[in-house]
């Protein structure tokens, strides 16, 4: 064999070598970038959870307080039982966005109850809740920060090949439904 017929060997066994050490690095970026998903979606679930054991606390709270805010009240419940059982990822994000926006409006209808807004209970939960809330909507940033990274390598050429040939899927960044960027309207 020749000079040059080993030579064309060796480098092909180096491309091979460098492709086969192209795919591993990929694909453990990949794992980690999924597993980092993960974990971010459990701390949010952590301070859900939080949350959604506080709201029967300040509801029952509210509810001596507020005889004409049934509505509010039963609206905060209704939003609270949807989230206790998500059937898919974007129904559950649709109805955490339904207990926010309930929640904003019973905040906004206790300030018309100075009984109510004095009672120190009341006082804690909504200060709970609210920096609960303040948690969530933190992590749900990062969430989003590390789904857009793995998103964005699972379109990168030449990524997406590896991403292809082990099937990972892209992942649902948390958006708030149209209808809950608007303002709170309260009427008496």
């Known amino acids: 064999m020749s000079i040059i017929g080993v030579g064309v060997i060796a480098g092909i066994f180096v491309l091979l070598a460098i492709l086969v050490l192209f795919v591993i690095i990929t694909y453990n970026g990949f794992i980690h970038l999924k597993n980092n998903i993960d974990k971010t ?12 054991d506080e709201i029967p606390k300040l509801v029952e709270v509210c509810k001596g307080y507020m005889t004409h805010e049934r509505e509010t009240l039963e609206r905060v419940i209704r939003a609270r039982n949807m989230v206790g059982s998500p059937k898919d990822s ?35 939960l909504q200060s709970r809740i609210t920096e609960i809330e303040d948690s969530i909507a933190d992590r749900r940033e990062m969430y989003n920060e590390v789904v857009t990274i793995y998103n964005i390598k699972l379109q990168k050429f030449p990524d997406t090949m590896v991403g292809s040939a082990f099937k990972f899927d892209q ?15 309260i009427s008496f």
């Open 90 to 124: 974007k129904k559950f994000l649709e109805n955490q966005g339904e207990l926010t926006t309930a929640l904003k409006s019973l905040f906004a209808v206790a300030e018309q109850y100075p009984e109510l807004k004095a009672d120190s209970m009341f006082a804690r």
């Open 41 to 52: 979606w459990s701390n949010i679930d952590i301070l859900l959870k939080q949350r959604y």
């Open 171 to 185: 992942s649902v960044l948390w958006e708030i439904d149209p209808l809950h960027r608007e303002d709170v309207k």
